[in-house]
């Protein structure tokens, strides 16, 4: 295990705090996955590439991570609260398909972009269908302790009761007297006690496709009941860091805690860490706002924002260029600047391997080995790659003068230069997923012709033969043709 110092900024006490594992040198994370009702757009990747630097970073320090990232596919409503239709269910009757098929659809479609953006998968991927049984059997526990009531065949939990005992808001910093006062009355809440009580059971209503058997009749879990489930099932009552993008603090965390405690007594996490918002023209990229860029449009350039394609590496390293707690907008400038960073950066790791050390003394040793501990301080301080970023420049700087001088290594000692080469492949490839690009890259083109097979898929199965048509002949053009099989699945072949 190595000596550095992790500090994390715990947006729960809202301090920087040293990181102390429960049970070092295990690890646990837990990061709320993607509800699987639509395609996976640019602002979703930086959650999940925050908390993959998060992964990888503290298994560099030496940690054993089990990492658990859920699928939603069930319980997430229309309106991110209690109304609604689920959003997996309405898409199903949109599409007049099955439920599960919207799963398998764009579980296979997330997975094939973390792949593209080099995203680790995670130790567990639990998905809340998969359990219904666990949550049923919290929601009892939560009864028993009187933090719950059943009316009409929907279980809600008492927030005003739970108040009693214990806070209720801390994490979002929301106050119970006022939520009661100003959460609206929605239909279909004149069942709760209060306006602030959140659905752990929902009723099926006449007609609905998805639900389950439980003590209470047929329904469906509320959607903050599958990470508290989850999360306690693979990492205990306690345990050490929480993620999620920014907007998930409230309801849905601060209903998470509320749920553990209510269950048992104790609060289930001892690090929150949210990361902030990925922007389009200022605002949150969301699907609902219509405003998201999808990675496709993203590769090929597709998109009235952009002026060509950008490459998922291109993507990951601008979003290593600011720290994962600030928002960060998208424009074509930070594309472009992002783009030379990287060739930067990546340009540097090879020149290393190239270069041949000779003995001309160590007066630049003191200066290296700082801009490498720097470099690593700086990840140490809340994952900021930011400034790692910006340490690793200071190096290449060396770096590239060296390569330029008859790519000889000088000023530095030979043990310095070991070291350097070792660190700066370590960090630019297993911390930060870095990875040259070229022009034949298979395993990116192979992620990136996965996805736009799917997307033709669903266009062919949508009947916009107009955007299956426009894809194989951009394809064509661009030297890619598709050929549709018998049994209704495509592949594609390069042109000579
Ligand atoms: P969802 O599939 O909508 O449940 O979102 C999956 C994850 O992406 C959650 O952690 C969200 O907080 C996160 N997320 C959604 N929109 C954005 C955005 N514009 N920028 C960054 N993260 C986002
Ligand atoms: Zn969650």
């Known amino acids: 295990m190595s000596s550095h110092k992790l500090y994390i900024y715990n947006s729960y006490t809202r301090k920087k705090e040293l990181f102390e594992p429960i049970h070092a040198p295990f690890v646990g994370l837990y990061v709320c996955g993607p509800t699987v009702y ?28 089990r990492y658990v990232r859920n699928i939603t596919d069930v319980g997430h409503l229309v309106d991110d609260a209690d109304e609604g239709e689920d959003k997996v269910e309405k898409m199903a009757r949109l599409q007049k398909i099955e439920p599960m098929e919207v799963v398998q659809k764009y579980t296979i479609g997330f997975h094939n972009v973390m792949r593209l ?3 680790l998968p995670p130790s567990i991927e639990p998905s809340a269908s998969g359990h219904i049984i666990e949550q049923i059997e919290m929601i009892e526990d939560i009864l028993k302790n009187g933090y719950a009531y059943e009316v009409n065949g929907n279980i809600y939990f008492d927030v005003v009761k739970f108040n ?5 808001g801390e994490l979002s910093g929301r106050v119970l007297e006022e939520l009661l006062e100003t959460t609206r009355d929605l239909d279909g809440q004149d069942d709760k006690r209060n306006k602030a009580d959140f659905a752990l059971w929902k009723k099926a209503e006449k007609g609905h496709i998805m639900k389950w058997n439980s003590p209470w009749g047929e329904g469906i879990p509320g959607w903050h009941l599958e990470c508290s489930v989850m999360s306690t099932k693979y990492l205990g009552h306690e345990f050490d860091i929480h993620g999620g993008g920014m907007d998930l603090k409230f309801p849905h965390h601060e209903s998470e805690i509320a749920q553990n405690i209510g269950a048992c007594g104790h609060a289930p996490v001892r690090y929150w860490m949210h990361s902030n918002m ?40 601008l979003f290593l260029q600011s720290h994962y ?11 472009h600047d992002a783009e030379i960073g990287l060739k930067k950066l990546v340009n540097a790791a090879k020149y290393l391997s190239e270069l041949t050390w000779i003995d001309k003394g160590s007066y630049l040793d ?17 994952f900021n790659t930011a400034k790692a970023v910006a340490s690793l420049y200071a190096l290449t700087t060396h770096i590239n003068t060296w390569y330029n001088d008859k790519k000889i290594v000088a000023g530095i000692s030979k043990i310095t230069f070991e070291r350097l080469q070792k660190e700066f492949a370590i960090i630019i490839q297993d911390v930060f ?44 053009a661009a030297g890619i043709i598709i050929k549709d099989g018998k049994d209704g699945q495509a592949s594609y072949e390069l042109e000579n």
């Open 366 to 382: 003191d200066e290296v080995n700082k801009s490498i501990d720097q470099v690593i301080n700086d990840l140490c301080d809340d």
């Open 278 to 317: 990925l922007n389009f023209n200022g605002k949150k990229m969301s699907k609902s706002e219509g405003n998201s860029i999808l990675p496709m449009q993203m590769l090929s350039g597709n998109h009235p924002l952009l002026d060509k394609g950008y490459s998922p590496m291109t993507v990951r390293f």
């Open 433 to 476: 997923g870095l990875e040259e690009e070229t022009a034949n890259d298979n395993t990116a083109l192979e992620a990136a012709m996965n996805l736009i097979l799917d997307l033709r898929k669903q266009a062919r199965a949508d009947k916009n033969w107009a955007l299956s048509d426009k894809i194989r002949d951009e394809l064509k």
């Open 164 to 168: 009693e005992k214990y806070p209720y």
């Open 117 to 119: 953006f080099k995203i």
């Open 325 to 335: 707690s600030s928002e960060l907008d998208i424009s074509i400038k930070s594309l």
């Open 38 to 65: 639509n395609d996976v757009h640019l602002g979703n990747v930086r959650t999940f590439l925050t908390f993959d630097i998060v992964f990888r970073f503290l298994k560099y320090l030496g940690y054993q991570v």
